[in-house]
């Protein structure tokens, strides 16, 4: 058996090789559990957006590149609680409920998914963080003992 190893594929000259749009160029993620923060993600009775203590960066290779940006967490409130991601400073869902928004109290552990696709178009590196906030009582984001939270960040072609 002979192995082929390939360093690097280039253009002939007058020839420029791009993937087609749509194609995944890289991905990064990051993941925390809660025994690595000493408890939970976030536990916070804060009305405005608070970092929950979970972000991953990324660096697009192109301005037409967009961010297909996945999170799962977990949540457990007394009350009303929204989430949504941050590209640096920026909200990316909506000022008051973000881009999940769940009501009531919520007696259990329970699982949050978000995704969002961006453009942000700089090709300097950009970091994405998972911000809550309570709409009332106590919440805590990030899930019990050893539970996984996660949050990806895929470039897509344009």
Do not use: C
């Not at 192109?62 to 457990?76: D, E, F, G, H, R």
């Not at 699982?111 to 106590?138: M, N, Q």
């Amino acid at each position: 058996m002979s192995t082929l190893t390939v360093k690097a594929i280039e253009a002939p000259v007058g020839y420029d090789l791009q993937m087609p749009a749509g194609h995944i160029l890289q991905v990064a993620s990051a993941t925390r559990t809660n025994t690595q923060n000493s408890g939970f993600l976030l536990q916070t009775t804060s009305s405005s957006y608070v970092n929950a203590g979970i972000s991953v960066s990324i660096t697009p290779s192109s301005t037409s590149s967009k961010i297909m940006i996945y999170v799962n967490t977990n949540t457990y409130r007394d009350g009303s609680a929204s989430y949504t991601i941050y590209r640096g400073s920026t909200n990316l869902g909506g000022s008051t409920h973000g881009m999940i928004r769940m009501t009531g109290a919520q007696g259990y552990w329970m699982p949050v998914g978000l995704t969002h696709l961006d453009s942000p178009s700089p090709t300097s590196a950009t970091t994405y963080h998972l911000f809550a906030r309570s709409e009332s009582g106590t919440m805590y984001v990030g899930g019990d003992l050893d539970m996984q939270n996660n949050i990806t960040v895929m470039e897509v072609a344009g």
